[in-house]
């Protein structure tokens, strides 16, 4: 649903990232696509994604430097941290509300997700 490179993921960029934004973003193109909707295909970059069994704890510098709530910021498309099975379902969540297809992960969280993609191959 949304496209940030890397070096502008700035404080207004990553507000502009949360839950509640791209929910409005998402209703724009929804309304304006109609019919075309169901062929449309979203996507995000995702700037900062890891495996890890700590997910509050690693946003929680990100959210005390943007303002954000801790939850939201876990929320964002533009952030995917949690263990496999958090992942794997935050995945799926952002699937059934924004309609996402697919996310763009760093060259340098590929490996560790290998696990997320083989379970959520073909589904």
Do not use: M
């Not at 496209?3 to 507000?15: I, K, N, Q, R, S």
């Not at 929680?60 to 801790?70: C, E, I, M, N, R």
């Not at 992960?105 to 959520?120: C, G, I, Y």
């Amino acid at each position: 649903a949304i496209v940030v490179p890397e070096a502008e993921v700035g404080v207004a960029t990553f507000l502009d990232a949360l839950p509640a934004s791209i929910a409005d973003k998402v209703a724009l193109v929804r309304n304006a696509a109609g019919d075309r909707w169901e062929a449309l295909e979203l996507h995000a970059w995702v700037s900062l994604s890891r495996i890890t069994d700590r997910p509050r704890e690693l946003v929680a510098g990100l959210a005390a430097h943007t303002g954000a709530d801790p939850d939201d910021a876990l929320a964002s498309p533009i952030v995917l941290a949690g263990s496999e099975r958090e992942v794997i379902d935050r995945l799926r969540e952002r699937r059934e509300r924004w309609g996402s297809s697919y996310v763009c992960l760093q060259q340098s969280s590929t490996e560790p997700f290998a696990p997320v993609v083989a379970a959520l191959a073909g589904t």
